[in-house]
């Protein structure tokens, strides 16, 4: 798919139209290609090519189009793919917090969901809804602003709703998820001292369970994660 001198790591990929389109980071940019069904690679150049650091790109697919969402130095841009290449990039998330790893998924009948980190201490996961042809939809809001860090989450649409997974990092680490409805409210809480705050546990076992992720047929939902609970000791 990409063969350039240097290194092309994270990639990411999704089925959209009648194809796929692949998307990595590459000397702090952006690159991108499509593949044909039958193996066919068309390059798609540089994406993201700008003075900042652009890394961790996230790929989700509506049907024949796609949203790429990626991390531009400290904050969260995206760029949408019409089935032949990507367009403009624009921003999705910029303030004077940092916006971290970001995640990405579709609803096909309606908007994309954008989560990621905020803050560096202690930091809160939040959203934001995105169209089709990517305009920001509303404000950022909190998907959970609990104790601790909310850190590397992952997303996927399924019965009519986005399923969102993170780690939260305020008693080792340990996975939390909440469904998020189509218009960005979150459904699913727990208390935490006095504060009602998003999220219920899906793994809290002993040792650290980190770097979720998730998957959504028509009847459920799959997470996985890495575990250390039976890690032998050296």
Do not use: H, K, M
């Amino acid at each position: 798919i990409s063969d350039d001198n240097g290194v092309q790591d994270n990639p990411t990929v999704a089925f959209s139209d009648d194809g796929y389109v692949v998307a990595w980071q590459e000397a702090g940019n952006i690159g991108g290609a499509r593949v044909s069904s039958d193996g066919a690679t068309t390059a798609l150049g540089n994406i993201a090519a700008t003075g900042a650091s652009e890394t961790l790109p996230r790929l989700s697919s509506r049907g024949a189009t796609a949203l790429l969402v990626y991390q531009s130095a400290t904050d969260v841009r995206g760029a949408v793919f019409n089935g032949l290449t990507f367009g403009a990039t624009f921003s999705i998330a910029s303030s004077a917090a940092s916006e971290l790893e970001p995640a990405v998924a579709a609803n096909p009948d309606g908007d994309y969901l954008v989560t990621w980190t905020e803050g560096t201490t202690a930091p809160d996961l939040r959203g934001r809804l995105v169209t089709a042809g990517g305009a920001p939809n509303g404000a950022a809001f909190a998907i959970s602003a609990a104790p601790g860090g909310q850190l590397q989450s992952a997303a996927a649409f399924a019965g009519g709703n986005f399923n969102v997974v993170f780690a939260n990092n305020r008693a080792g680490l340990d996975i939390y998820g909440t469904r998020v409805s189509p218009t960005g409210v979150v459904l699913d809480s727990r208390t935490e001292g006095t504060a009602t705050v998003g999220g219920v546990p899906v793994s809290t076992g002993p040792s650290s369970q980190n770097q979720p992720d998730i998957a959504c047929s028509d009847v459920g939902c799959l997470v996985a994660w890495t575990d250390r609970r039976n890690l032998l000791a050296n």
